[in-house]
């Protein structure tokens, strides 16, 4: 079959056309609430907005796993809460025109929504959990309920790359850091330095790969002005997305614009392979504008130049402790930067953010972090890891990759909620995660669909037992 007219290509293009931006979930639950409705399976929602949706039959239950929100990243001007994706498929590939796809995870939605309707899995008890606000720090696994699912092996769908069976994943939190002052008027050059045409990414998958980080390009400039008076600043559209935009306005004594140019050339010439689309733009004027004081704006442009950003630490297995430099914003109170440090290592997640937030902290800043999601590894005997590699032999005639990813999963909360569970994580191969510029692949989206119909059945086999 042509993978473009599969049914879990036309369910996933249903999704593209349902709004559901991380916060805003309400048209993809009416949805998928929908979807049990007409087949006359049991569906049940939390107070965190998760959905549960089983599909009855005799044996071990078994759980497949996916997000409903997407991250909302676009070139321009696009209402992610109200207007539908416009989808181009070609040469084999799906893209969405300007904003991210949402393939993470409308590709592991589709694929569930297959396996609860599907003729083939007939009989097999599947419980099919879709999870609230992934995007924005694993909101809805962290809030569910620890009796909830029946099921002790869950297949998670939210994993990029089709050659891969992810059994492990890295630890993250988010840091905040607010910085307060009294802004006192001053007088001289007003500037407005702007940063962008950046690729960005997913700051796990794109932290390792010499790509820019706006915040970090704008700060070097700024912090070499002498005199500089911070006047606003604001960057970044997500904590797991690297900063492909950043806009800095402040006051400076002498007209900057010589030491701009030479920096923006050199710059430019360091990131000219990762980044070659990047864009700085410095506006000055005479005038006088509301500002912070100049030795805060010092000891803020310190911080962010001190916080550990990129990748950190590597092992055998890749990389395994890293931390990306991704918001900033001004509400004309509070400077508040947000940091997104990850490791599949426990205590060195624990250092790091107490190094974060110590150098924030240090430079006047009051920081806190969300909850700490910990690392998630699967033991070498798992019986459930040796099936999937099992099914994936089957389907696809060789051998996959199992591995570790550097990205957070929902896996290890929900284990923790689950004595006993054993998880895989496994996904189509998707291109540009969290970008404008991401694309899905039609026929690993198909070839995902039948590992896991796959492993559904093998998993079914294993009977009553252990």
């Given at each position: 079959?042509?993978?473009?007219?599969?049914?879990?290509?036309?369910?996933?293009?249903?999704?593209?056309?349902?709004?559901?931006?991380?916060?805003?979930?309400?048209?993809?639950g009416a949805y998928l609430k929908a979807f049990a409705a007409g087949r006359d399976l049991d569906c049940r929602e939390d107070g965190a907005g998760n959905i549960l949706i089983s599909r009855p039959g005799k044996g071990r239950a078994i759980v497949?796993?996916?997000?409903?929100?997407?991250?909302?990243?676009?070139?321009?001007?696009?209402?992610?809460?109200?207007?539908?994706?416009?989808?181009?498929?070609?040469?084999?590939?799906?893209?969405?025109?300007?904003?991210?796809?949402?393939?993470?995870?409308?590709?592991?939605?589709?694929?569930?929504?297959?396996?609860?309707?599907?003729?083939?899995?007939?009989?097999?008890?599947?419980?099919?959990?879709?999870?609230?606000?992934?995007?924005?720090?694993?909101?809805?696994?962290?809030?569910?309920?620890?009796?909830?699912?029946?099921?002790?092996?869950?297949?998670?769908?939210?994993?990029?790359?089709?050659?891969?069976?992810?059994?492990?994943?890295?630890?993250?939190?988010?840091?905040?850091?607010?910085?307060?002052?009294?802004?006192?008027?001053?007088?001289?050059?007003?500037?407005?330095?702007?940063?962008?045409?950046?690729?960005?990414?997913?700051?796990?998958?794109?932290?390792?790969?010499?790509?820019?980080?706006?915040?970090?390009?704008?700060?070097?400039?700024?912090?070499?002005?002498?005199?500089?008076?911070?006047?606003s600043a604001s960057a970044g559209a997500a904590p797991n997305i690297i900063p492909m935009r950043c806009e800095i306005q402040f006051v400076a004594r002498d007209d900057p614009r010589e030491t701009f140019a030479k920096y923006s050339g050199a710059?430019?010439?360091?990131?000219?392979?990762?980044?070659?689309?990047?864009?700085?733009?410095?506006?000055?004027?005479?005038?006088?504008?509301?500002?912070?004081?100049?030795?805060?704006?010092?000891?803020?442009?310190?911080?962010?130049?001190?916080?550990?950003?990129?990748?950190?630490?590597?092992?055998?297995?890749?990389?395994?402790?890293?931390?990306?430099?991704?918001?900033?914003?001004?509400?004309?109170?509070?400077?508040?930067?947000?940091?997104?440090?990850?490791?599949?290592?426990?205590?060195?997640?624990?250092?790091?953010?107490?190094?974060?937030?110590?150098?924030?902290?240090?430079?006047?800043?009051?920081?806190?972090?969300?909850?700490?999601?910990?690392?998630?590894?699967?033991?070498?005997?798992?019986?459930?890891?040796?099936?999937?590699?099992?099914?994936?032999?089957?389907?696809?005639?060789?051998?996959?990759?199992?591995?570790?990813?550097?990205?957070?999963?929902?896996?290890?909360?929900?284990?923790?909620?689950?004595?006993?569970?054993?998880?895989?994580?496994?996904?189509?191969?998707?291109?540009?995660?969290?970008?404008?510029?991401?694309?899905?692949?039609?026929?690993?989206?198909?070839?995902?669909?039948?590992?896991?119909?796959?492993?559904?059945?093998?998993?079914?086999?294993?009977?009553?037992?252990?």
């Amino acid at each position: 079959m042509n993978p473009s007219e599969s049914r879990e290509m036309e369910l996933f293009r249903e999704l593209t056309g349902i709004p559901r931006p991380s916060g805003h979930l309400d048209r993809i639950g009416a949805y998928l609430k929908a979807f049990a409705a007409g087949r006359d399976l049991d569906c049940r929602e939390d107070g965190a907005g998760n959905i549960l949706i089983s599909r009855p039959g005799k044996g071990r239950a078994i759980v497949l796993q996916g997000h409903q929100d997407m991250v909302a990243n676009s070139l321009g001007d696009f209402d992610f809460v109200s207007q539908p994706l416009s989808i181009t498929e070609s040469d084999g590939w799906v893209s969405a025109d300007g904003t991210t796809l949402g393939a993470d995870d409308g590709a592991g939605m589709a694929i569930m929504l297959c396996a609860l309707e599907d003729p083939s899995l007939e009989g097999i008890p599947i419980e099919c959990l879709f999870t609230a606000d992934e995007e924005i720090g694993l909101i809805g696994a962290s809030k569910m309920s620890s009796d909830w699912l029946e099921g002790r092996e869950l297949i998670n769908i939210d994993s990029e790359d089709g050659g891969e069976i992810i059994v492990g994943s890295a630890g993250s939190t988010d840091i905040r850091a607010a910085f307060s002052q009294e802004r006192v008027r001053c007088c001289g050059k007003i500037c407005r330095l702007t940063v962008s045409g950046l690729l960005g990414g997913h700051s796990a998958m794109e932290i390792g790969s010499g790509r820019a980080n706006a915040i970090s390009v704008a700060a070097k400039f700024v912090a070499g002005i002498t005199g500089a008076r911070l006047i606003s600043a604001s960057a970044g559209a997500a904590p797991n997305i690297i900063p492909m935009r950043c806009e800095i306005q402040f006051v400076a004594r002498d007209d900057p614009r010589e030491t701009f140019a030479k920096y923006s050339g050199a710059v430019r010439a360091e990131f000219a392979e990762s980044d070659p689309g990047m864009a700085l733009f410095l506006w000055v004027a005479d005038g006088c504008a509301s500002a912070w004081p100049e030795q805060f704006t010092g000891r803020f442009f310190e911080a962010l130049l001190s916080c550990p950003n990129g990748p950190l630490e590597c092992d055998s297995r890749g990389l395994r402790t890293s931390s990306n430099l991704a918001m900033i914003s001004d509400d004309g109170k509070e400077l508040t930067v947000v940091a997104k440090p990850r490791s599949s290592d426990p205590s060195e997640l624990d250092s790091l953010i107490g190094r974060i937030e110590g150098i924030f902290g240090s430079m006047g800043a009051e920081t806190s972090h969300s909850e700490v999601f910990p690392p998630w590894l699967e033991p070498e005997d798992s019986r459930l890891v040796g099936q999937a590699v099992s099914a994936y032999r089957k389907v696809y005639g060789k051998e996959p990759r199992v591995a570790c990813t550097h990205g957070g999963l929902e896996s290890s909360t929900i284990k923790s909620k689950h004595p006993g569970m054993s998880a895989v994580s496994v996904g189509p191969t998707i291109i540009g995660a969290h970008t404008p510029g991401e694309r899905m692949s039609l026929e690993s989206l198909c070839m995902t669909k039948r590992f896991v119909f796959e492993l559904v059945r093998g998993i079914h086999s294993f009977g009553d037992g252990d």
